[in-house]
């Protein structure tokens, strides 16, 4: 009987096993040392916040790993040698394996900090870091935070539900503009702002400074402001988790290099996840993408070439979801921070400022490239299909209501919205009647 041991029990290694354990009889072993079960770390927010208990972020009941025969080790792997195919753990343990599949997921990022290390740093990534963020936050004054991305709003909301003062350190000019163009990230910058945020942007961190038992006292910014503060929260990004990897001769750059069948250069060594760095970028996508769904996907492909069925990782169009406190943010293919020279561009804005719309499209044959929305919840199916297809940005606008979840929105916006592109492009759309059977076709 073959041996899948799978390191690292995120989404991506959980969705490997799970498949694997459908489609055929192949032990299995998870290792991990961050926690006992699997758990959904998007959730670790809301435990925090007071919404939910930890144990109801685990999706699974205890006895579920028993009963599908997957064996859960907690420990940490030391060690890789692939000559042999054994793996070293910190307890002197060693297990072998038929194949290895490595979803070792992220860490946050350090760049050498003076005082990173203190007692009351913390990042916001595992169930280690909640608990350190529940431990330091406890009776103190104020938080800085680190970083403008979505793990610092996400930070962010959570000291605020608990009214701790927050000061964010942003090295950008608005929010997020190294991801969002320039409209969009202005919507949010003004958003932070107006849940009491203390944003300092164009502001970098220059030293973490100690009390005298060893805790943060204070930070040093670039612009020379020492602010007092009795937590850190390092959010300025996450980096592949592969440390004890780059010892072994696995080929590594950023991340684990991988073709599109998530093999490594190593026979029967895959790796999948946060970790994992495509050898070849798969059209405009990053080649490593710290996604949610991304690292589900590859879980799913892997277990079928694990389980004889040698599948190539198709991930489809981009999209993703995120929320900025009351904003909720989604996007569909390409809106990209600066628009590409063959793009063209519409942007619309509520006057509550709490909606837009950013639409992409080709400048030459009109077809849709891309979406970001704000406050406005859409159908994925839709706009995936849209894009399949290569529909018009005309076809687009004329059925934009289809794939809206909320008829008050397109009832009060959706004229406004069309007028505003027919003005801009010289048009003559008109939106088209709602209809449910072109939106349950899609499904």
């Known amino acids: 009987m073959k041996h899948v041991v799978i390191i690292g029990n995120g989404i991506s290694g959980v969705t490997t096993a799970r498949h694997v354990r459908k489609m055929s009889d192949q032990k299995i072993t998870i290792i991990s040392d961050e926690t006992d079960y699997f758990f959904s770390r998007t959730a670790l927010m809301y435990v925090y916040m007071g919404h939910m208990p930890f144990k109801n972020t685990q999706p699974y009941e205890n006895w579920f790993w028993e009963k599908n025969r997957i064996n859960l080790i907690k420990n940490r792997v030391e060690k890789i040698d692939t000559d042999s195919k054994k793996l070293l753990l910190k307890n002197g343990e060693e297990i072998t394996y038929d194949k290895l599949v490595l979803a070792t997921g992220s860490k946050p990022n350090k760049f050498g900090w003076k005082g990173q290390d203190l007692d009351g740093v913390s990042g916001m990534y595992s169930k280690q870091d909640l608990d350190a963020i529940e431990k330091y936050t406890k009776n103190i004054k104020r938080a800085v935070i680190v970083g403008g991305g979505l793990i610092g709003i996400e930070l962010a909301e959570m000291l605020i539900s608990r009214e701790i003062p927050v000061t964010f350190l942003v090295r950008e000019t608005s929010f997020w503009n190294n991801v969002l163009p320039k409209q969009d990230s202005q919507l949010i910058t003004n958003h932070v702002k107006s849940h009491h945020v203390d944003l300092k942007l164009d502001t970098e961190l220059r030293e973490i400074i100690p009390d005298e038992n060893g805790r943060v006292k204070a930070v040093l910014t670039s612009k020379g402001e020492t602010i007092d503060c009795q937590f850190v929260g390092l959010t300025a990004g996450v980096s592949p988790n592969i440390d004890f990897v780059r010892d072994s001769k696995i080929e590594c750059n950023r991340g684990i290099l991988i073709n599109r069948h998530l093999e490594t250069n190593i026979p029967d060594v895959y790796a999948i996840g946060d970790c994992a760095e495509q050898e070849n970028a798969i059209g405009r996508r990053r080649p490593i993408e710290q996604v949610w769904y991304t690292g589900r996907m590859m879980g799913e492909t892997l277990a079928q070439t694990l389980c004889g069925n040698r599948r190539q990782y198709n991930p ?128």
């Not at 909606?355 to 199916?381: C, M, P, Q, W, Y």
């Not at 995936?384 to 005309?394: A, G, H, M, P, T």
């Open 316 to 443: 489809g169009h981009w999209f993703n979801s995120a929320k900025f406190f009351d904003i909720e943010y989604q996007t569909y293919g390409w809106v990209t921070a600066r628009i590409q020279e063959d793009e063209q561009d519409y942007y619309w804005e509520s006057s509550c400022g709490q909606k837009a719309i950013h639409l992409v499209f080709d400048k030459n044959d009109k077809s849709f490239v891309g979406i970001n929305t704000f406050g406005i919840r859409l159908r994925h199916e839709m706009f995936d299909r849209w894009l399949n297809e290569k529909k018009s940005i005309e076809h687009v606008l004329e059925y934009l209501k289809d794939a809206n979840f909320d008829p008050e929105f397109y009832k009060q916006h959706e004229e406004e919205i069309i007028n505003g592109f027919n003005q801009k492009f010289n048009a003559n759309i008109q939106p088209k009647k709602k209809s449910w059977k072109r939106i349950f076709t899609t499904f």
